[in-house]
């Protein structure tokens, strides 16, 4: 059984369509990506100044959206 520690609640979870890949927006105002192979996160994503909530990848899988309850938006390039 594999497990993927987050310091606060989990607020979404979306799979990447182009990868073994899943993305989480949580209350610590972090948006992580978790590679499922590996089984540990591979990328964080900082900015929001208030919990993220909701993500989205573009279906080439290049890039998340990802909200947070401060009304912002951000845009992050996966390919880096």
Same mark, same amino acid.
Request: proline share 4%; charged share 20%; aromatic share 10%.
């Given at each position: 059984?594999?497990? @993927?520690?987050?310091?606060?609640?989990?607020? $979404?979870? =979306? @799979?990447?369509? %182009?990868?073994?890949?899943?993305?989480?927006?949580?209350?610590?105002? $972090?948006?992580? *990506?978790?590679? *499922? &192979?590996?089984? =540990? $996160?591979?990328?964080? @994503?900082? +900015? /929001?100044?208030?919990?993220?909530? %909701? #993500?989205? @990848? /573009?279906?080439? +899988?290049?890039? #998340?959206?990802? %909200? %947070? &309850?401060?009304?912002?938006?951000?845009?992050?390039? *996966? =390919? &880096?």
């Amino acid at each position: 059984t594999s497990q @993927f520690t987050c310091q606060d609640s989990v607020n $979404c979870v =979306r @799979f990447n369509p %182009s990868s073994v890949s899943v993305a989480t927006a949580s209350d610590d105002f $972090c948006v992580k *990506l978790w590679d *499922l &192979r590996l089984e =540990r $996160c591979i990328a964080n @994503f900082i +900015g /929001h100044k208030s919990p993220s909530t %909701s #993500l989205a @990848f /573009h279906p080439n +899988g290049q890039y #998340l959206i990802s %909200s %947070s &309850r401060g009304n912002i938006v951000k845009l992050w390039d *996966l =390919r &880096r």
